[in-house]
């Protein structure tokens, strides 16, 4: 294996006073796809805030480093800053905030933090239609405020628009298929291949081996008991899927 871009070692999380995550290691080397599955309540959208900095949730134990640094010692913005993104389960609307206005001021933020030069608005506008084209949003939704108004899965384009724009070097993506066609699968694995061949590494939380199908991963985690209890290759989804959490087919 490669030198890990994310590598995690014995991390344990809580929130509220209850352990969630115990003792959880995994390691991704960059360009990989991860793909981590588990019942609900295993711990999987916690990996993910922990991931991302936030503050509901307590880092008890273990080590996180990114890029060989400390990712647990760094502020929600400088590790969006550094490149790692989440698409969240649920995405927010943000009232009054353009999609246009959002992506100006948080990929030039992001230039800026990697010694680039920021994009005007012409350029800026010209990679958001491109953006927004490849994931099936139409135009006009640069202009609307940020899933506003937006369905399900026009939110999840929408941050799929967000990821191809902001270039991250880890992706998390939380539950990105609920709710989504087929058609807008195949947007998610294009854009997954798009970045991929550039050394982005993504870690894909999923119930469901389907999206997998569209989207292979080098490795599947199966989440149980706040650790990772099991680990396989992309046959391993599939024998989950056929058999339950509890029946895996033995090593």
Not at 33 to 39: C, K, L
Not at 86 to 107: E, H, M
Not at 119 to 134: E, G, P, T, W
Request: charged share 25%.
């Amino acid at each position: 294996m490669n030198q890990p871009l994310l590598s995690i070692r014995d991390l344990s999380v809580s929130a509220d006073g209850n352990t969630i995550l115990e003792g959880l290691s995994l390691d991704i080397a960059p360009g990989e796809v991860h793909a981590i599955m588990g019942p609900n309540g295993s711990g999987k959208s916690t990996l993910s805030r922990a991931l991302i900095g936030d503050e509901s949730y307590d880092i008890t134990a273990g080590t996180v480093r990114f890029d060989n640094h400390d990712l647990l010692a760094l502020s929600i913005e400088e590790r969006a800053q550094r490149g790692v993104f989440l698409s969240f389960q649920y995405p927010i609307s943000i009232p009054g905030v353009s999609n246009a206005q959002f992506l100006k001021a948080s990929v030039n933020q992001i230039r800026e933090a990697r010694g680039l030069e920021p994009l005007d608005a012409i350029d800026m506008l010209d990679q958001a239609k491109d953006a927004f084209r490849r994931v099936g949003l139409k135009e006009e939704f640069i202009s609307r405020p940020v899933n506003d108004g937006f369905s399900g899965g026009e939110k999840k384009r929408n941050e799929l628009a967000q990821m191809l724009l902001m270039k991250p070097r880890l992706v998390i993506l939380d539950e990105i298929d609920s709710g989504l066609d087929i058609d807008a699968l195949r947007i998610v694995a294009d854009c997954v291949s798009s970045l991929k061949q550039d050394g982005t590494s993504f870690l894909i939380i999923t119930h469901y081996q389907r999206l997998l199908s569209y989207v292979p991963p080098e490795r599947v985690h199966i989440l149980m008991n706040g650790h990772i209890e099991r680990s396989g290759d992309a046959q391993l989804a599939m024998d989950i899927e056929a058999q339950g959490y509890q029946h895996p087919t033995p090593a």
